[in-house]
Nanobody
């Protein structure tokens, strides 16, 4: 059974920073690409970015490019989303995800609220 657990969300002021974590279990983490998604209130879930199994970054959302970055620590089975210069429009539930046996696996999400 594959499980993904996000953490690190909360309330932050505009211009602030947060680092989200996603801890994975039930898979050989080193062999899998990991994705970050987000879903704002009343909006569709959208892909933020991807980190491959070899650490290559790709497919960043245009609105967050240059402000967000993804990293991974294979020894800890964890992927991170570092978010800087946060804006109110970044407010959303953030999810990590991967593919396992041709199925999409999701975490439960962590809420990020950007407001003064």
């Amino acid at each position: 059974q594959v499980q993904l657990v996000e953490s690190g969300g909360g309330l932050v002021q505009p211009g602030g920073s947060l680092r989200l974590s996603c801890a994975a279990s039930g898979l050989s983490f080193v062999n899998y690409a990991m994705n970050w998604y987000r879903q704002a209130p009343g909006k569709e879930r959208e892909l933020v970015g991807i980190i491959t199994n070899t650490g290559v970054l790709t497919n960043f959302l245009d609105s967050v490019k240059g402000r967000f970055t993804i990293s991974r620590d294979n020894a800890k089975n964890t992927v991170y989303l570092q978010m800087n210069s946060l804006k109110p429009e970044d407010t959303a539930v953030y999810y990590c995800s991967t593919y396992f046996l041709r199925r999409r696996v999701w975490g439960q999400g962590t809420l990020v609220t950007v407001n003064s």
